[in-house]
């Protein structure tokens, strides 16, 4: 079981006044009984240095390795209420008349051997304290050693609990108390929760059931040296980070709703949130009553004033007090300081200026404003698009980068400004503005971009520092830099990169991060005790067929260690899977560790992440080393562990059963060879002279077979091909009966549609020309109300007409389908047809081939393909097809591509199916494999409406069908495309041979 399964819960501290903690409370972790399988009363807990805990449970002892949790029944019904880890790791286990200690057994699984219990005939009561004194074990009990009545706890020394040392911190009873290394103390108390003290005595902080934690009645804590703390309560088990650079806040300090917006000034710290804005006062949060509407955005002017861009309007805030400029819907500002306001809202951008709102332009749900030394606005919506306004801001115009490929590279594009020197980050690299050249040129330096933070949703400059952002999903913060010592800043920030980063503010070595998790304060010049740490993995446990341990994790006795007591592992065949779990021996609240694995050397590792097991189903006989890394929260890679495996081979394929079945199938085949070799003999001369009368006669029928034979295969092709056109005719007469008149019909009105609506467009035109002429002696409501109207009314009627023109022209290639297209057969070079195709294609196309440098391949003058085929109908196939491979090599040139346009025109014959082909090549965007086998439908076309109906290639094919051929096409998406025609050869009666045919002999 992972621990990531565990809810965690970003809890804050709001333990009725007695929260002290100036930066919040530190995240933990519970784990419930669902999550363990115990019992919810726990007693004790301690960890030792290889990343594991164990728990004194109602039930017996728990341990977590951190894959799954295992309980150790005690023997009988016996509580287990203590335990206690000495200096040699060895960790004791106390209870009711109970007393022992953990061990690794004979497979590595943990076992309790006991010391004492109610099997020595004994009564020891029980135990409320382990420790100890001068090498010894001492062992507090409710009765001492009164009762014993054998030497089971010689060697120990026993005391019975007189309850002296009784403590209480808040009218509560301590449970325990830990003295930390710093002088601060850590308290469990019975009812008062979790408690730290720093070394006066004073109260950090407290975690209750108020502020999240599991359950008030903490009877346990142990403390490691990585900083954290483990807990045992009456409701479940908690780990805690003390010594952490992360902590929160949220609703019980009096901070609700999502983290919106933050602003630090001289005076306190400003929170915006989808609930509204509040000020924090000392250690907890105070809203401003005056905006309870969602704050989008604070900026601080010069004086320190701080303005709050709000659902409710634009509002400037001094202290706890605010007073609202304007009423509307506000998403960002931009204060001058001479009393003048850019406020960017729903419906475009307006300046506000004693009083008085105006609109400026239309730029909607804009969310940054910057305004430069030559008093030029620069804008951000919320799309990412990058306005810059100049004059009086009413036009503007929309930047992209210099290598932008379209209109889409316009949007998703952060605008930020460092030092005076205006940005815009966007998936095609970092661009500055160049005042100069009017235009954003690309920064050479790309240590502030690279292609894994494409689209960031988030990017924060530090005034004068550094800049901050995200990856496109607000996730993974980190700097945009490559200077020394901000790898180290990069490792400790990536604890949170699981979270999504809305806004953030730094405060020198104090940063604020905003979001849906709350408001989260990072100590940055604080370095928590594991990231110093080396920390391992370890194996935990391997399993095979799902319920027989081969290794349970422990080893060295009492010493619980994790070395493996084994070089490799050797499975019998035939199991159906092998399951090996691991762990690294560091725990984490916030962060997780990640792991990779794979089964042997060759293979490719798995993808990074927080599963802890391994499972290979029906392994294969062979030698395997298996490997595992770890990552920690920080990112950084531990050295891998290796676990040479060996899946033996069964029995019936080991060399020597190879051998055996090679000796005994050797003797069968001798034997049976020589059997067969008599009965060979006595058949020979009776077969002889059979074969010999039936030779003449068995020659003379397969003569006559085979000639009947082709016969009948030239008839049956004939037929099928007289069928094939006779289906054809029929299926297109019937159509072209059915919709002839039906197009007639239809084109008719739409020649009407379209005429009307194109007449409509100039009426319109005429009537707004009125409108301006007559506009002073109309009110400018009634004005802007009748422009709006006859503008709408414009684009309805060039939408009528866009589709009116579409619809006529899928009617007139309706009305070409039904053509009738009879072949007129000649005897014609196929060549010479296709060059004077190649003169027309030059001629159409001249400047596109000049302007992407196409190369066009045909055949020699002296080719000679003679087919019978109509000329005319024949060239119209052939311009189609080369019109199509220009139109992709124009498609793939726009893509950016780099590559040579090429055109490659050949025409041969086929020496095995006896037909003359034209193959048409080019190098273009080719076809996807999922529409190729739609080439040919009619209607059926990748191309807009407007620049085709989709009808020629059904037409060209029917063409090469009417003249008994086909056109085949192979293509491959983003390389080359072929179309192949095929045509019956014309052998000449004289026996002259086409020019093909004579090269096709000379190569062979």
Known sequence: MKRYLLCLVFLLLAGIGQIEAKDGIPFFVNYSPAVYHAHNRNFDIVSDDSGRVYVANFEGVLYYDQTEWHTIHAPGVFRITKLFKDNRGRIWVGGYNLFGYLTSGGNGELELQMVFSKNNKGFLGE???????DGKIYVTTSLGDADIQDDSMDG?????????????????LVNKRLTLEDGSVLLATAGNGFVMLDKEGNEVYALTEQNGLCNNNVNGIYADSSGYVWGATDNGLFLVNIHTAYTYFRSNEGLSGEVQSICHTADGLYVGTLQGLFYKEGDVFEPIRAIQHACWQLQQDAAGNVYASTAGGLYAVYGRQARQITDSHTLSAYVCGDGTYYAGEVDGVYQVRQGERKQLNIIE??????????????????????????????????????????????????????????????????FKWDKAGKKLVEVADRSLWSSDIQYPQFVYPEPGRRVWGTNNDGKNLHIYTKKQGMEEINALLRPIHDLTIGTMETDGDDVWLGGNFGLIHWDMAMKEPDYAKKSHVYLRRIVIDNDSVVWGGFDEGDRLGVTLPF????????????????????????????????????????DWSTETSARFANPRSGRYTFQVMARDRYGRTMESLKLPLTVRYPVYVRWYSIVLYIVALSLLILFLIRWRMRRLLAEKMRLEHIVEERTSQIRNQKDEIEEKSKKLEIALDDLSKAQYQLIRQEKMATVGTLTKGLVDRILNPMNYVNNFSHMSIGLVKDIKDNLDDDQKNMTSDIYEDSVDALDMLNTNLKKIEEHGLNTTRILKAMEEMLKDRSVNPTLINLASICRKNIEMLHAYYAEDIAECHIRIESPDKEAMVVAE??????????????????????????????????????????????QAKVSIYDNGVGIESSIIDKVFDPFFTTKTTAEAVGVGMYLSREIILNHGGDITIQSVKNEYTEFVISVPVHHPENGKKNDADEKGEENN
């Open 127 to 133: 135990v409320t304290d382990i420790g100890e004194k």
């Open 156 to 172: 120990f020394i026993v005391n019975q609990d007189k309850s002296d040392d009784i403590r209480y911190y808040k009218e509560a």
């Open 365 to 430: 749900k804009a969310t940054y404003f910057y305004v430069d030394d030559d008093k030029t606005l620069w804008v951000r919506n919320i799309y990412g698009q990058v306005f810059r306004c100049e004059g009086d801001y009413s036009g503007y115009v929309i930047l992209a980068p210099e290598n932008a490929k379209g209109e889409k590279d316009s949007f998703n594009n952060t605008l930020f400004v460092q030092n005076g020197v205006i940005f815009v980050l966007s998936h095609v690299g970092l």
């Open 869 to 914: 085929v109509d000329a005319e109908q024949f060239s119209k196939v052939v311009m189609s097809m080369l019109a199509n491979s220009m139109y992709a090599l124009r498609k793939k040139r726009q893509q950016g591509k780099a590559f040579e346009p090429l055109i490659r025109l050949r025409v041969f014959i086929d020496a095995d199916s006896s």
């Open 567 to 606: 070089k490799e592992l050797s499975f019998n065949s035939g199991i159906r899977d092998i399951k090996v779990y691991f762990s690294s021996d560091l725990f984490s609240v916030l962060g997780a560790t990640e792991y990779r694995y794979r089964l042997d050397a060759g293979d490719e590792w798995s």
